[in-house]
């Protein structure tokens, strides 16, 4: 079970990368690991030390009873205050921000990959589109 967050690397440079556990209720436990998750204009903000993740959408699991539950809500992140105090430091430089990349199981437990982020220009981002339809041609011509 991985979700990914495809937009994320096309649309930032990421310079770093962190692992770090979600604080989930069981009923959206269940509703990740059906796939019903969306990291799509989903990003990482930090207040008074600690971590969340807004605007992931986790859709409502079929067979759980919950009233009023909102699927785009703040989920905190559990992180090392250590690790929270460096990427305090670290998202104050101009232009750089924190974008969650994918989640995924490890050992039974739903972790988030996200990384330090440096916006892409339009520019930026039609050079990534070229050298990945270079390197597609380039394929294409050595494996036949």
């Known amino acids: 079970m991985e ?5 994320a690397r096309f649309d930032y440079e990421i310079l770093d990368t962190w692992e770090a556990g979600l604080r989930l209720t069981g009923a959206e436990v269940k509703a990740v690991r059906a796939g019903s998750m969306s990291l799509k204009g989903a990003y990482i903000t930090i207040h008074n030390d ?3 993740l807004l605007n992931a959408h986790i859709g409502l699991y079929a067979k759980a009873i919950q009233k009023g539950y909102d699927p785009t809500q703040s989920r905190k992140l559990l992180l090392h205050k250590k690790e929270i105090k460096r990427l305090i430091g670290l998202t104050q430089q101009k232009g750089l921000t924190l974008v969650p990349l ?3 199981s490890s050992h039974n437990k739903l972790k988030l990959e996200f990384g330090l982020g440096r916006g ?14 270079i390197d597609r041609e380039i394929k294409t011509a050595f494996s036949s």
């Open 120 to 133: 892409r220009s339009r520019i930026d981002k039609r050079a990534v589109i070229k050298k990945r339809d």
């Open 102 to 104: 994918k989640v995924y």
């Open 3 to 7: 979700i990914n967050n495809s937009r």
């Open 50 to 52: 600690e971590a969340f």
